[in-house]
């Protein structure tokens, strides 16, 4: 099994649409966890880190359940903008990434 | 301006030949990771330091070897056993602290002829 799955989509959505995306990883003793976007070509960038109490920051929510030992990462009102690939990460002792989501927004 | 460099963007080189890339950060961050990326893929980890002097392999170490003489830098070496080393690399950096996010590089795209 690997340590962080993703589903790897790609997801087309139209734009204002909510999209979620799901993670789930292996290691129970996993200790921080992120959600990383990437643009074609280019190096991931932080999208957010993730809180067990859930954190919110503009259209973005992501939560974390230990106990299913998932994390999420809801965008609400989708913007042509948020065309990227999402990239779950999961630390435990080592940075570990999920494959990847692929979005594509469509007006 | 404080950041990670990873030199060169582009490598070209012939197959059979050992090439090494460069990373370079001055954030004073603890650890030090290489990833490669795959089209299509997701990260996959090579090589990570935590400390100088010191390194772990990654769940795709062989054919690689890296070495952290000093905290600033962790270059990588793609030596001639690694089958099929055309990829995208990525050097990222962070504090040790398990809460804390990793910053990256722009990335060298090595293409082996």
């Known amino acids: 099994r690997k340590e962080v799955e993703q589903d790897p989509g790609p997801f087309n959505v139209p734009e204002g649409a909510t999209v979620a995306f799901n993670c789930t990883y292996s290691n129970s003793a996993s200790q921080s966890f992120f959600w990383y976007r990437q643009d074609c070509r280019k190096e991931p960038k932080l999208l957010m880190s993730?809180?067990?109490s859930g954190n919110e920051d503009g259209r973005f929510t992501a939560q974390l359940n230990r106990a299913s030992q998932y994390i999420s990462l809801l965008i609400r009102d989708s913007k042509l903008s948020d065309s990227a690939t999402y990239l779950c990460v999961v630390n435990s002792g080592k940075l570990t990434f999920g494959t990847g989501t692929r979005l594509t927004i469509i007006p | 301006d404080g950041g990670i460099t990873q030199s060169p963007k582009y490598l070209f080189r012939k197959e059979g030949q050992n090439v090494t890339l460069s990373c370079e950060q001055n954030l004073n961050h603890d650890a030090m990771y290489w990833y490669r990326q795959d089209p299509g893929q997701g990260l996959r980890l090579i090589y990570y330091s935590q400390i100088v002097n010191d390194f772990q392999k990654g769940d795709i170490a062989e054919g690689y070897s890296v070495s952290r003489e000093k905290k600033e830098s962790f270059p990588l070496t793609v030596t001639s056993a690694q089958k099929n080393p055309t990829a995208f690399y990525l050097c990222?950096?962070?504090?040790?602290?398990?809460?804390?996010?990793?910053?990256f590089g722009q990335g060298t795209r090595l293409t082996v002829v």
């Open positions: 993730v809180y067990s």
């Open positions: 990222a950096s962070s504090f040790q602290d398990r809460g804390a996010e990793a910053f």
